[in-house]
């Protein structure tokens, strides 16, 4: 069983960062590879970025190639979401998510993972 705890949402300005950062519990963090989703109010849950058990790979949107940046610290069981020149439709509320590196298919879809964070928002104001 792996809790994953998000902090660090916030209201930013349009072409400000924040940083989000998903604290793990248990001693099997390193098992799971990890993943950020967001939602906006109405819409689905889409992908925006994973990261292997290593974290020698990643992967991302389109949308956030180039701005976001996923990152993972093993030793503090914690990984991050660098999230820069951000705009106003990265509104969301962001979750984190662990996947077993075993039966991923392409990460992309929420059913792929076995873990959630309860989420935290995130605000770009215009």
């Known amino acids: 069983q792996v809790q994953l705890v998000e902090s660090g949402g916030g209201l930013v300005q349009a072409g400000g960062s924040l940083r989000l950062s998903c604290a793990a519990s248990?001693?099997?963090?390193?098992?799971?590879?990890m993943g950020w989703f967001r939602q906006a109010p109405g819409k689905e849950r889409t992908f925006v970025a994973r990261?292997?058990?290593?974290?020698?790979?990643?992967h991302y949107t389109d949308s956030v190639k180039g701005r976001f940046t996923i990152s993972r610290d093993n030793t503090k069981n914690t990984v991050y979401l660098q999230m820069n020149s951000l705009k106003p439709e990265d509104t969301a509320l962001y979750y984190c998510?662990?996947?077993?590196?075993?039966?991923?298919?392409?990460?992309?879809?929420?059913?792929?993972?076995?873990?959630w964070g309860q989420g935290i928002q995130v605000t770009v104001s215009s």
């Open positions: 248990g001693p099997t963090f390193g098992n799971y590879g």
């Open positions: 990261i292997t058990r290593s974290g020698a790979i990643t």
């Open positions: 998510a662990a996947y077993n590196p075993i039966t991923i298919n392409q990460g992309r879809d929420p059913s792929e993972y076995t873990y």
